[in-house]
């Protein structure tokens, strides 16, 4: 793209009209699906001093005659950190709706809320008068990302529909929330110091009062710092309840993609245990896909947690000590492994266009509890199967199913299996705690 200069250019500033544009044409080959108006029409508003594009933040500038002008520099960057990502469209993230959880609300500082928008967009819209509506010019964008073009609606069993994004426009998505939530706390902060100092009485001493025409990025280049096991052996009981321990985790990196910034403090259910922090994409695809309390549905993603991103989950999920301990992965998850490895070879095939393709739908559920192991018992079955066979292939007793799972961990992630073992049973509890089924989506909410 050439760098030409745009009309209503002055001294690197262009107007919001002219971003708008230039916004659209630079990001004309995104894979993710840009929207115009990103700087005039809601939830833009150049006032507040900074506009969303992606996960940047592009702050705004106020000129002499009121009129109100972006960096061009600032929209040429985001628009190339939004070419530079990958977009897998089936490689969805469930964004809704849930069911409403104290923790969601914790965060007023932040205007995107983009669950919350969406959400409010989908219910307004929703029935017959959706297309109508659209043809009035409603907003449709989130920090510059048209998500109606990608948003999938699904419908199961006649029950209320479901919405999802692919999981890159949700970490852009988070990015954004987490930009803009930075950028405040700075503001806040550098506000609250002024106010703290007394007017100076040589001019020289006097600080520079962050006028409208201030074009820092301090709160969106601050960078997220790895996470290095601060939190590791402690209870997410105890700890969640510790002031602070939000913007703490905040702070942090996501332990998992190392990436995006940290907004969950991912535990172990069955312990208590914290593992790390994480993004809010990497918490969901770490959740297991509950149908029911004892039942969940083996999804494609598992391809990626037990093949291709093996040795990072493993680690992740062994942050906990009691699964550490015990060289085993929370039930859900084994019963997971155990569907998608260990009965592998039992799933049937069918003629498809181009080969052979799975049968049907994996599923597994479970009869009583990790906790009493001999009467624990794990039933694989398919889902959906074309000819409607093949409903049960295995069933496998809980410790069986452990005892695979070790020479196979051994074998996949070695790091991980010698970092375990019956050595660090000292410290764990009595007394473990039931599985939490969240089939709700609360889980989702930070504390």
């Not at 250019?9 to 080959?29: F, K, N, R, Y």
């Amino acid at each position: 793209m050439s760098e030409r200069a745009l009309p209503g250019c002055t001294d690197g500033l262009i107007t919001l009209g002219a971003a708008d544009a230039l916004w659209v044409e630079v990001t004309a080959d995104s894979a993710v699906p840009t929207a115009s108006g990103a700087f005039t029409r809601s939830p833009a508003h150049a006032r507040v001093g900074y506009v969303l594009l992606g996960g940047h933040v592009v702050p705004t500038v106020r000129s002499s005659g009121g009129q109100w002008s972006v960096p061009e520099a600032e929209v040429r960057r985001a628009a190339a950190e939004l070419n530079a990502v990958g977009m897998d469209r089936r490689d969805l993230v469930r964004i809704g709706p849930f069911r409403a959880a104290p923790g969601q609300e914790h965060d007023q500082e932040t205007p995107l809320r983009w669950r919350r928008r969406i959400t409010g967009e989908l219910r307004e819209l929703g029935g017959p008068e959706r297309a109508a509506r659209r043809e009035v010019g409603r907003p449709y964008h989130l920090a510059g990302i048209d998500w109606r073009q990608i948003l999938v609606e699904r419908t199961r069993d006649g029950t209320h529909p479901t919405w999802w994004l692919p999981r890159a426009v949700v970490r852009l998505l988070d990015a954004a929330e987490h930009a803009e939530t930075r950028w405040a706390h700075t503001a806040r902060t550098r506000r609250a110091g002024t106010a703290a100092i007394k007017p100076p009485s040589h001019p020289r001493q006097a600080p520079d009062s962050g006028g409208p025409r201030t074009t820092s990025t301090e709160g969106s280049t601050a960078s997220p710092r790895p996470y290095h096991a601060e939190l590791d052996g402690q209870l997410y009981s105890v700890l969640s309840r510790k002031p602070g321990t939000p913007r703490r985790v905040a702070g942090w990196a996501c332990a998992v993609c190392r990436t995006a910034p940290a907004t969950v403090l991912d535990h172990c259910h069955e312990h208590g245990y914290v593992r790390a922090p994480v993004c809010q994409s990497c918490n969901t695809q770490e959740r297991p896909d509950h149908l029911y309390s004892n039942d969940i549905r083996v999804a494609n993603r598992y391809t990626r947690l037990f093949d291709t991103g093996a040795d990072d989950w493993l680690r992740h999920w062994h942050r906990c000590p009691g699964c550490r301990a015990r060289t085993t992965l929370p039930l859900p998850h084994l019963a997971a492994w155990t569907a998608h490895i260990a009965c592998r070879s039992l799933r049937p095939t069918h003629r498809a266009p181009r080969g052979r393709q799975p049968c049907g739908v994996l599923r597994v559920s479970w009869t009583g509890s990790q906790n009493a192991p001999r009467s624990c018992l794990l039933t694989v079955a398919v889902d959906f199967c074309p000819s409607g066979e093949h409903r049960v292939l295995a069933r496998v007793p809980y410790r069986e199913a452990a005892e695979r799972f070790r020479p196979w961990l051994a074998e996949t992630a070695p790091a991980v299996a010698a970092a375990a073992g019956p050595d660090r049973l000292d410290d764990l509890p009595a007394q473990f705690r039931p599985v939490i089924a969240d089939t709700s989506g609360e889980g989702l909410a930070l504390f």
